[in-house]
């Protein structure tokens, strides 16, 4: 008996995509409470009932999305390399990684990240960069703290998560003015210093 995941079927994948790119469209035209199913379904060109039978309502459609989102940033993250590499090699590749997946989905990041639409991107992304940031800390560490000045772990995770989306979020803003390894590498010398 295998382990592999069922297949989905490429029209059930091809509908939730197209209903995605209506939302994210959506979102760049109009605030999310202004939002129907029925403008999305229109936008998708399809019908309400298909939208039923994917999601229950936007919010949870939504949820999905940030789930996915999470899904594919873990995805990229836990890229590992076959290499021998040391911790702050590690962090730049995984950086690196990052913000190059970022790069190639711009759209859905812009819109997700850096309109105060829709808040549960920003949170999932938040909580998830405060766990990655927490497990990297720990294995730098060994789990004792080094540091001779004493930062509380919690304040030292929630600032290196809310520097990295800030730094992302402004980046993205700004249309993205430096390529992915070169905004890697510059976060990497600050968080150095």
């Known amino acids: 008996m295998s382990n592999t995941t069922p297949r989905i079927d490429p029209r059930v994948l091809r509908t939730r995509q197209m209903l995605r790119d209506a939302v994210i469209e959506l979102l760049e035209e109009m605030d999310i409470e ?3 199913v029925n403008r999305i379904a229109e936008r998708a060109q399809i019908n309400r009932v298909t939208f039923y039978l994917h999601y229950r309502d936007l919010p949870d459609m939504l949820e999905k999305m940030a789930d996915d989102m999470v899904e594919d940033i873990l995805e990229v ?3 590992k ?3 021998q590499e040391s911790v702050e090699e590690e962090n730049l590749r995984i950086l690196e990684n990052l913000l190059k997946h970022i790069a190639d989905h711009a759209k859905f990041y812009k819109i997700v990240l850096t309109s105060k639409r829709s808040p549960i ?3 999932r992304l938040f909580n998830l960069m405060a766990e990655i940031i927490s497990a990297h800390k720990e294995k730098k560490e060994g789990g004792a703290d080094h540091s001779k000045i004493p930062i509380q772990k919690d304040i030292a995770i929630w600032y ?3 520097a990295l989306i800030g730094t992302v979020i402004a ?3 700004d249309d993205m003015p ?3 390894v070169y905004l890697a590498r510059q976060i990497s010398m600050l968080r150095a210093n």
Do not use: E, H, M
Request: no cysteine.
């Open 160 to 162: 290196g998560s809310a």
């Open 121 to 123: 991107f920003t949170d």
């Open 171 to 173: 980046w993205l803003r």
């Open 77 to 79: 993250v836990n890229n």
């Open 34 to 36: 202004k939002i129907s």
């Open 81 to 83: 390399d076959n290499t």
């Open 178 to 180: 430096y390529t992915p």
